[in-house]
């Protein structure tokens, strides 16, 4: 499995923006949060980013309650998925936060690009479950 350091992480959070903002492109993106009945007690997750750029790296960001498993499933209007591996540790010094990156295909360049998460809370009796959807649109690859 991949370990790269928080300041890593934030580096390449930071070199993604750089590059959507030089090459001009306008993010889209839309949040639904969705959760299980006000009648049982329930955990609220919100995705904080969306960022993908084509022939490059995908970084999807989540926010939530400490303790969750998340999965991630990244769909393309161009065709194609990606799947996250079950999420079980956060982002090392938060509490909640998650973040996945993944390496998102030339074909996907300036497309729509949807991210569904899916978290549990297997400590939870009786287990508690939330989803969230992204919308964004895929940056085109840099030069």
Same mark, same amino acid.
């Given at each position: 499995?991949?370990?790269?350091?928080?300041?890593?992480?934030?580096?390449?959070?930071?070199?993604?923006?750089?590059?959507?903002?030089?090459?001009?492109?306008?993010?889209?993106?839309?949040?639904?949060?969705?959760?299980?009945?006000?009648?049982?007690?329930?955990?609220?997750?919100?995705?904080?980013?969306?960022? &993908?750029?084509?022939?490059?790296?995908?970084?999807?960001?989540? =926010?939530?309650?400490?303790? &969750? +498993?998340?999965?991630?499933?990244? =769909?393309?209007?161009?065709?194609?998925? &990606?799947?996250?591996?079950?999420?079980?540790?956060?982002?090392?010094?938060? +509490?909640?936060?998650?973040?996945?990156?993944?390496?998102?295909?030339?074909?996907?360049?300036?497309?729509? &690009?949807?991210?569904?998460?899916?978290? =549990?809370? #297997?400590? =939870?009796? #009786?287990?508690?479950?939330?989803?969230?959807?992204?919308?964004?649109?895929?940056?085109?690859?840099?030069?």
């Amino acid at each position: 499995m991949l370990h790269i350091t928080l300041y890593k992480q934030r580096l390449i959070t930071l070199l993604l923006l750089l590059a959507i903002i030089l090459t001009g492109i306008r993010l889209e993106q839309q949040f639904i949060t969705l959760h299980f009945p006000a009648s049982t007690p329930h955990h609220a997750i919100v995705i904080t980013c969306a960022v &993908a750029v084509a022939g490059g790296i995908g970084q999807l960001c989540v =926010s939530t309650d400490a303790g &969750a +498993r998340i999965e991630i499933v990244v =769909s393309y209007a161009s065709g194609g998925q &990606a799947h996250s591996p079950l999420l079980t540790k956060q982002t090392p010094g938060t +509490r909640g936060e998650y973040r996945w990156m993944w390496q998102v295909p030339r074909s996907a360049a300036g497309t729509q &690009a949807s991210a569904q998460v899916s978290a =549990s809370w #297997p400590s =939870s009796s #009786p287990q508690q479950g939330a989803q969230a959807v992204a919308v964004f649109r895929v940056a085109p690859a840099l030069s």
